[in-house]
Nanobody, 128 residues
């Protein structure tokens, strides 16, 4: 089993920044991509960003492009989501997820059903 623990959420004013972290522990895998998703009240869970195991392939939702940056430190088994210029519509519970046992170190996917492990989520609230 893999445990994913998110941290770094909180309350911030519009225009502010937060940095989310997701630390993986437990069973380790040689190749896994990491994604961030979010779910606002009354809405479906949506993709935010993903990063390959190699760290050099990323993808973002249109809502995140230019404001959010995903990165990872494989030595620490941790993925980060730097969120700048936050807006009230960014308010949601943010989840990290891992898709493991990949053949390619460059593989990424925005599809939540492909992910094998999920964290418990961290709340991000952006006030106007």
């Amino acid at each position: 089993q893999v445990q994913l623990v998110e941290s770094g959420g909180g309350l911030v004013q519009a225009g502010g920044s937060l940095r989310l972290s997701c630390a993986a522990s437990g069973r380790t895998f040689s190749r896994y991509c990491m994604g961030w998703f979010r779910q606002a009240p009354g809405k479906e869970r949506e993709f935010v960003a993903v990063i390959s195991y190699s760290g050099d392939t990323t993808a973002y939702a249109d809502s995140a492009k230019g404001r959010f940056t995903i990165s990872r430190d494989n030595a620490k088994n941790t993925v980060y989501l730097q969120m700048n210029s936050l807006k009230p519509e960014d308010t949601a519970v943010y989840y990290c997820a891992a898709k493991v046992n990949l053949r390619s170190i460059w593989y990424i996917t925005p599809r939540d059903y492909e992910y094998d492990y999920w964290g418990q989520g961290t709340q991000v609230t952006v006030s106007s």
